[in-house]
């Protein structure tokens, strides 16, 4: 039913929840595992001095986040990926559970604080509306 399984990943509490219900569905389905993390863009900020450090910044924190991740996974059979992008994060994840023909993307409710989620949207429900297979949001 599902092969291919997303995790999606912001390093909350809530997104390592879903990281272990998507460890055990592709456990149980036979299914590679995709562990994706997105930061926002950072292209419109080129012009400014700290630049480099600044997305060097964002892909090494990102990059701790993916692999926390796989510590928290431990030893298992299933084939696991791993993918770091830039971009709006929901528009980011849609765009690669597309390209990548993904069954499902698992993801926390709510990643972000409860303020800044009522006032932005939260991105699990912009996957939920959007994505192109399933999704299963964790609370």
């Known amino acids: 039913m599902y092969a291919t399984i997303i995790a999606a990943l912001d390093g909350s509490d809530q997104s390592m929840l879903a990281l272990k219900h ?3 569905m592709a456990e149980s389905f036979g299914a590679k595992l995709i562990l994706v993390h997105a930061f926002p863009h950072t292209y419109d900020l080129r012009d400014a001095a700290h630049y480099n450090k600044l997305v060097a910044m964002r892909t090494i924190e990102g990059q701790a986040i993916i692999d926390a991740a796989k510590k928290a996974i431990g030893d298992t059979s299933i084939e696991i990926e791993e993918e770091l992008l830039e971009g709006p994060v929901a528009d980011a994840i849609i765009s690669s ?7 499902l993307i698992v993801m926390g ?7 800044k989620g009522l006032v932005f949207g939260s991105v699990s429900n912009k996957v939920s509306q959007y994505a192109p297979c399933a999704v299963l949001v964790v609370r």
Do not use: P
Request: hydrophobic content about 40%; aromatic content about 0%.
């Open 109 to 115: 409710s709510r990643g972000m604080g409860s303020l």
């Open 97 to 103: 559970a597309s390209i990548r023909k993904v069954d």
């Open 22 to 24: 998507a460890r055990a």
